[in-house]
């Protein structure tokens, strides 16, 4: 799975000779002409009904019958619109670019179960955060020795 602006995946497509399985997008507003970047699943199919997100039209007749009847949502979409960890967010820590957990949980939580996951890029550990709250199995690497730290905290 990749995270990264829309143009380098398609590079990364093209140099791999490999088209991903599936690709959706989280978008967020920002200051910056960049409002998006897309996840690309390569060599692994994700289940979107792993994942429930609140139903977008809660007074509409059949979303209150599927409420009644104890549903707690809908499959996650592919368009994922999530703000970015700003330095005003409570999760926020000293790394520049880090990723909201909910984007995290959302990636993590439509793959296969059984599935380790590796994080070659850990930074302040998001992924791993995700990971624990999930119930998943994790391995994160980081050169960085601060960042690790903040990590090895979040993990804790």
Known sequence: MVIHYPEALYRLAIET??????VCSWTYNSNNKRQHRDVAYFGVTPDFRQVTQPYKNPT????????????T??????????????????????HPCQMPVEVMK???????EGYTILDLFMGS?????ACKELGRDFIGCELD???YEIAKERLL
């Open 145 to 147: 020795t601060e960042y």
């Open 125 to 129: 550990g998001t992924t791993g955060v």
């Open 60 to 71: 509409d007749k059949r979303v209150k019958a599927l409420i009644a009847a104890g549903k």
């Open 106 to 112: 959302n990636i993590v939580g439509i793959l296969p």
């Open 17 to 22: 000779g490999q088209a991903p399985n599936k």
């Open 73 to 94: 949502g809908a499959a996650l979409y592919d368009w994922w619109n999530i703000n970015q960890v700003k330095n005003t967010s409570a999760e926020k820590t000293a």
